[in-house]
């Protein structure tokens, strides 16, 4: 019944699942999960705000990369930026790069600002697809925001070499800028050049920072839980091979 060298992984799989299956039936259930603030997600109030108050447009895009777990993290911010935008008039633009993720993007802000109360607020012309091409992106992004001289960029999704080029356009605009993706070697070029950044699994918790889903909090307990579990693993597996004994990789091995 078992593949030989996935017994370990089978077992984990079961117990994530079941982890986030309790915990999610449990914040259904009303226990109370509270997540600590994050200063990426705070700043996007104050983004909203510096456009507004200058008249100009903000600018959103989930980056480069098509319908990946970065870049649905990003279009759930991109739900929340709309609201903000539609209730205080700002004009969004949005930039993607793929067909497929133009299509759930477009679909993302209609939603939004129908839940907004304004979905005349809409205009496609402003749910922009630039190109395929990585570096064609990156350079219709740049238009963009020299052409529209935006006040606030945010740029939260899937990103890899166009990450600096874009980040040191939107500082040269002067824009306020708000970034995060999950790939660790482009964050320091974010931290260096944006305002705030979101900081890897941290963009996995938009769904519940903003909209308090009882599905996405209970799922974050469950994932604190794992990680924890894992930290325990490795240093567990330190300390034993340090030892001299080989417990613990044997069992991970079956």
Not at 18 to 30: D, P, Q, S, T, Y
Not at 160 to 181: F, K, P, R
Not at 186 to 211: K, N, R, S
Request: a negative charge; charged letters at 15%; hydrophobic letters at 50%.
């Amino acid at each position: 019944m078992f593949m030989e060298g996935r017994i370990f992984d089978f077992s984990a799989l079961a117990v994530i699942t079941g982890l986030m299956g309790i915990f999610m039936h449990l914040a259904r259930k009303g226990m109370k999960v509270s997540i600590r603030p994050i200063p990426g997600f705070e700043a996007i109030d104050e983004a909203v705000g510096r456009a507004a108050e200058m008249g100009k447009p903000l600018h959103f895009t989930p980056g480069f990369g098509g319908l990946v777990a970065a870049t649905f993290a990003g279009l759930e911010v991109l739900g929340h930026v709309t609201k903000l935008t539609a209730k205080y008039d700002v004009r969004l633009i949005v930039t993607v790069s793929q067909p497929e993720t133009f299509a759930v993007t477009e679909q993302v802000m209609r939603q939004a600002y129908l839940e907004a109360g304004k979905p005349e607020a809409f205009k496609p012309e402003d749910c922009r697809f630039i190109s395929t091409d990585q570096w064609a992106y990156a350079s219709g992004v740049i238009g963009v925001l020299f052409r529209e001289q935006v006040a606030s960029n945010i740029m939260i999704g899937q990103f890899a070499a166009e990450a600096l080029i874009l980040a040191e356009a939107g500082n040269t605009v002067g824009a306020i800028q708000i970034a995060g993706t999950t790939n660790a070697y482009q964050i320091p070029f974010f931290v260096v050049a944006c305002d705030y950044v979101i900081l890897g699994d941290e963009m996995f918790a938009a769904g519940a920072h903003f909209a308090e889903n009882e599905f996405h909090l209970g799922s974050l307990r469950a994932e604190d839980i794992v990680k924890a579990l894992c930290i325990g693993f490795m240093v567990a597996g330190a300390l034993l091979t340090t030892a001299g004994s080989v417990a613990l990789t044997t069992l991970m091995a079956k």
